[in-house]
């Protein structure tokens, strides 16, 4: 039985004080999402970070955006593994497609620093989904099943299932325009299945998330499609009513 997870993918919103505030009032919450045996984080921006770690109850998880795979050395504008080790972060967003887009990071780029984030012990939460034209191509499976397989070239499955895989398809990213359940649950179950010709029955502790304009309405619709374990949500994790909510009818 996989165990669900809300991931809040904060991007580039919230200053260290309005991230700490958030931090001190998510106490309650979280305790109602461990009640419920549900895992719950926010994605802060690297300014963020420590704040949040600092100042949020134990238990909820607190995820960068991004990382380099080197250790150190001359990457400007770079932060490494040990930097995030340093401060308490064990998890890390990959391949966002805001990230795969504007800065040109590829799923071989992905593949080397969930490598090294293994090598860690630390969680990578592996991006994929396909932009609106080749939606509309029908091309969403041998694109997405790309980008899973180069993901997770040369992974063991031991360490397979360690990885969070999120679904978002780019047309439903900030959008308003979320996918229905049925093509969320297509996709996943898709992914699940290429995950499966890698990995055998070890696909099936995998979890995928969904992501693309998750609200506190239209949470419960996905969580009851048996291929998806969770969300991602961006918009709608930033308040925390709004958070609230999203907890509380994934939960249902
Ligand atoms: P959204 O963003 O919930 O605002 O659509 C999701 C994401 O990009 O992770």
């Known amino acids: 039985?996989?165990?669900?997870?809300?991931?809040?993918?904060?991007?580039?919103?919230?200053?260290?004080?309005?991230?700490?505030?958030?931090?001190?009032?998510?106490?309650?919450?979280?305790?109602?999402?461990?009640?419920?045996?549900?895992?719950?984080?926010?994605?802060?921006?690297?300014?963020?970070?420590?704040?949040?770690?600092?100042?949020?109850?134990?238990?909820?998880?607190?995820?960068?955006?991004?990382?380099?795979?080197?250790?150190?050395?001359?990457?400007?504008?770079?932060?490494?593994?040990?930097?995030?080790?340093?401060?308490?972060?064990?998890?890390?967003?990959?391949?966002?497609?805001?990230?795969?887009?504007?800065?040109?990071?590829?799923?071989?780029?992905?593949?080397?620093?969930?490598?090294?984030?293994?090598?860690?012990?630390?969680?990578?939460?592996?991006?994929?989904?396909?932009?609106l034209e080749t939606f509309e191509k029908g091309q969403t499976k041998s694109f997405v099943e790309d980008q899973i397989r180069k993901g997770f070239e040369g992974i063991p499955a031991s360490d397979a299932v360690k990885i969070v895989v999120a679904y978002e398809p780019i047309w439903a990213i900030g959008t308003g325009k979320s996918a229905t359940k049925e093509i969320a649950e297509d996709t996943i179950g898709y992914i699940r299945s290429v995950l499966a010709s890698l990995y055998g029955e070890e696909a099936e502790k995998i979890r995928i998330l969904y992501g693309?304009?998750?609200?506190?309405?239209?949470?419960?619709?996905y969580m009851s499609e048996k291929d998806i374990d969770g969300a991602l949500v961006g918009g709608a994790s930033l308040a925390l009513d709004s958070y609230r909510a999203l907890i509380e009818n994934l939960v249902g």
């Open 1 to 131: 039985m996989r165990k669900k997870l809300l991931l809040g993918n904060w991007k580039m919103n919230k200053t260290a004080e309005e991230a700490k505030e958030f931090a001190l009032a998510s106490k309650e919450m979280v305790a109602y999402a461990i009640a419920h045996n549900v895992d719950v984080g926010v994605a802060p921006t690297f300014i963020g970070l420590q704040t949040v770690v600092e100042n949020a109850p134990e238990g909820l998880i607190v995820a960068a955006q991004n990382v380099h795979e080197a250790d150190h050395g001359a990457y400007t504008g770079e932060v490494s593994i040990p930097m995030l080790k340093g401060i308490g972060i064990k998890w890390v967003i990959l391949g966002h497609s805001e990230r795969r887009g504007y800065f040109a990071e590829t799923s071989e780029a992905c593949n080397a620093k969930m490598k090294a984030l293994i090598a860690n012990e630390m969680t990578p939460v592996y991006c994929c989904g396909e932009s």
């Open 212 to 221: 693309g304009s998750v609200k506190p309405g239209n949470i419960a619709e």
